[in-house]
């Protein structure tokens, strides 16, 4: 027995399919950046690079390019979005990194 799909049925699975798999894909994310455990600021690497969790505990000293606007949410290697508490590093593969930290590595996220 042959079963015929008409070209409407086959649009509208195309249409549903297309609206979903965006869809999941941020649901992916989000669930991976939930998973990662937190960088340790005592971590070799986080420490050679200065990282702190919160961007007002930066050595201002050590660190005079410093902005107190320069943080984690708005950094380039930043993988959340807006209004993420937290979110993985393309710096620290494996770790989260809260949105208000800051490190040596921080470079102005692009606008979208
Ligand atoms: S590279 Fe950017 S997002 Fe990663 S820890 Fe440093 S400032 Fe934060």
């Known amino acids: 027995m042959q079963r015929k799909i008409s070209r409407r049925a086959l649009v509208k699975g195309g249409l549903i399919a297309g609206a979903l798999i965006p869809t999941m894909g941020l649901m992916a994310g989000s669930a991976a950046a939930a998973g990662l455990a937190p960088l340790d600021p005592k971590d070799p690497t986080a420490a050679a ?64």
């Open 49 to 112: 690079l200065g990282f702190v969790a919160d961007g007002k505990n930066v050595d201002a000293a050590a660190n005079p390019t410093f902005k107190p606007t320069q943080k984690c949410s708005t950094c380039a290697q930043y993988q959340g979005k807006a209004g993420d508490a937290s979110a993985g590093c393309n710096i620290f593969a494996g770790k989260s990194v809260p949105a208000g930290g800051w490190c040596k590595v921080w470079a102005q996220k692009p606008a979208a």
